[in-house]
């Protein structure tokens, strides 16, 4: 099976920078997304890593090393509607998603 | 542009009763995917469709459940006689392509069973 590890929850201030990682063990990897997920909404797409590197859109940014399974979120200039679930899920050798069970962030003024 | 539909957003039924979820693709999207979330928990797969064809469904419970996606229509997934465990958000998410290609959800449905 996959296993996807994230912490649960983290707290940043306004304005500030906030990283979140996630390691992921799994058979075959054809990459890894970061989403946002507001209390009772949809997941919404943020990132996608195939290649080692970092991987820069606006105030977000993704880490990905393949050979070490690990990945992260970065969110800089955090702004109070950044408060929201963060979930790294992975795709192995097929088309299905697994996901990690999401990290909670809540920022506070 | 719309993006992935899903009805009803929240839907109430009493134990033993069916529960009918709709999910409508983004247009040019061929491939639907559910996924359901239990309250703390992560996004757990449960089925894999494109037209006509169900392609995986090993994250789907054997018994009770079962999805369809019709030539024409939205994706269906029927939950029969419905428990309390069933009590869920399931999400439908859908992309134009198949493997490593990103997914885009739906609204979600909130299944609560009395």
């Known amino acids: 099976g996959q296993n996807i590890d994230q912490p649960t929850e983290m707290t940043a201030t306004e304005g500030a920078i906030v990283q979140i990682n996630c390691t992921y063990q799994t058979s075959g990897f054809n990459g890894l997304f970061w989403y946002q997920q507001h209390a009772g909404e949809a997941p919404t797409f943020l990132s996608y890593n195939v290649l080692d590197g970092l991987e820069e859109k606006g105030r977000f940014s993704s880490f990905l090393s393949r050979s070490k399974g690990y990945s992260y979120l970065l969110l800089k200039e955090l702004q109070m509607k950044d408060s929201a679930s963060y979930l790294c899920a992975v795709s192995a050798n097929d088309y299905k998603l697994s996901f990690g069970a999401g990290t909670t962030v809540t920022v506070r003024a | 542009n719309a993006g992935v539909m899903q009805n009803p957003r929240h839907l109430v039924r009493r134990r033993g009763q069916e529960a009918r979820l709709r999910c409508s693709p983004m247009?040019?999207?061929?491939?639907v995917y559910w996924y359901r979330q239990l309250p703390e928990e992560g996004l757990k797969f449960m089925v894999y469709l494109q037209k006509e064809n169900i392609i995986d469904e090993s994250g789907m419970p054997k018994e009770r459940f079962s999805a369809e996606f019709p030539k024409e229509g939205p994706s269906i997934l029927r939950i029969q006689q419905v428990v309390r465990g069933d009590s869920a958000a399931y999400f439908c998410a859908s992309s134009p392509q198949g493997v490593g290609d990103t997914q885009y959800f739906g609204p979600g449905t909130r299944l609560t069973v009395l």
């Open positions: 247009k040019g999207h061929s491939h």
